[in-house]
């Protein structure tokens, strides 16, 4: 399972090195597509929460001190192999391919050296629907339209490590499982259940709005407007089911998603500071409305 690589121009290594992020969705598997982890810590929350390795990269001087990990991995893509068999599809086993590489080389491709050590192929899951996701959510967040991967890995990250039922983004928002998300997410994007809340531009806000309240949720816009109320109104905790609504950098939340919220929250700032980055907004939000 270990192979050696003498060049980095071997196509087995596309996916790391040369792939864009929308290649890697839909190019090497039109169905489900493949995304990249990064580190030990994100992998193995990974196949904690279940995701099938496919391959990896490791650079020459790391290798010595991965045979845990690769043993999980290895583990993990028998189990995915059996169960596939148990269902008349394949064989019961599968040995990943651990692509060893100089680490010289490695950084001259990518402008970078792997100072975390190891990436990984994994093949995407598919997601659930919006109503099988919110069977007993209480605290949902909505992404509308934020484009920047940093600040969607840093809200996955609060929103794990404050008890945030589910995660919903919209037709525009970006991916979650890009890596640079993942990366800043530390790998919880893994263990907090989400999903798209419409696949298409025009299903969001107005189809999306009717879905959240068919299942029984309030809507909160967290957005600057005269009629905001504040983020510790004791009638907001109050809610039992809640969906936290956060939009972009800079244009925030369109005009259409906020008039059709039930309510537009703020958060009260100090010395004239009008609001915060949306990850950060969404932390202290996470907190002061958790159950």
């Given amino acids: 399972m270990i192979e050696p690589i003498a060049s980095l121009e071997d196509e087995r290594l596309d996916a790391y090195l040369r792939l864009t992020e929308v290649q890697l969705r839909n190019k090497l598997e039109p169905e489900k597509g493949i995304f990249i982890a990064e580190s030990e810590k994100v992998i193995d929350r990974a196949l904690a929460a279940g995701y099938e390795p496919l391959s990896m990269l490791v650079p020459d001087h790391k290798l010595a001190g991965l045979s845990v990990l690769i043993d999980r991995v290895q583990a993990a893509a028998c189990a995915h192999a059996s169960k596939r068999a148990d269902d008349g599809d394949g064989k019961r086993t599968f040995e990943v391919p651990v692509f060893v590489a100089p680490a010289e080389q490695i950084a001259r491709i990518t402008g970078y050296e792997l100072t975390r050590g190891v990436l990984c192929a994994m093949r995407r899951p598919q997601l659930p629907s919006v109503e099988?996701?919110?069977?007993?959510?209480?605290?949902?967040?909505?992404?509308?339209?934020?484009?920047?991967?940093?600040?969607?890995?840093?809200?996955?990250?609060?929103?794990?490590?404050?008890?945030?039922?589910?995660?919903?983004?919209?037709?525009?928002?970006?991916?979650?499982?890009?890596?640079?998300?993942?990366?800043?997410?530390?790998?919880?994007?893994?263990?907090?259940?989400?999903?798209?809340?419409?696949?298409?531009?025009?299903?969001?806000?107005?189809?999306?709005?009717?879905?959240?309240?068919?299942?029984?949720?309030?809507?909160?816009?967290?957005?600057?407007?005269?009629?905001?109320v504040s983020l510790d109104d004791e009638r907001l905790n109050a809610e039992d089911k809640l969906a936290l609504v956060f939009g972009t950098e800079g244009d925030g939340l369109c005009d259409e998603t906020i008039a059709q919220c039930d309510c537009t929250v703020k958060i009260p700032m100090s010395h004239g500071v009008d609001s915060l980055n949306v990850a950060a907004a969404s932390a202290v939000t996470f907190w002061q409305l958790r159950r």
């Fill in 132 to 228: 099988k996701l919110l069977e007993g959510a209480h605290r949902v967040a909505v992404l509308e339209d934020i484009t920047n991967h940093t600040n969607v890995g840093a809200i996955f990250r609060s929103a794990a490590a404050l008890n945030v039922d589910a995660v919903l983004v919209t037709p525009g928002c970006c991916d979650p499982l890009y890596r640079r998300a993942v990366r800043v997410s530390m790998g919880t994007v893994f263990q907090v259940p989400w999903t798209r809340i419409g696949s298409e531009v025009g299903e969001w806000p107005t189809p999306g709005m009717e879905r959240l309240r068919s299942l029984g949720f309030k809507t909160a816009a967290l957005a600057l407007k005269d009629d905001s």
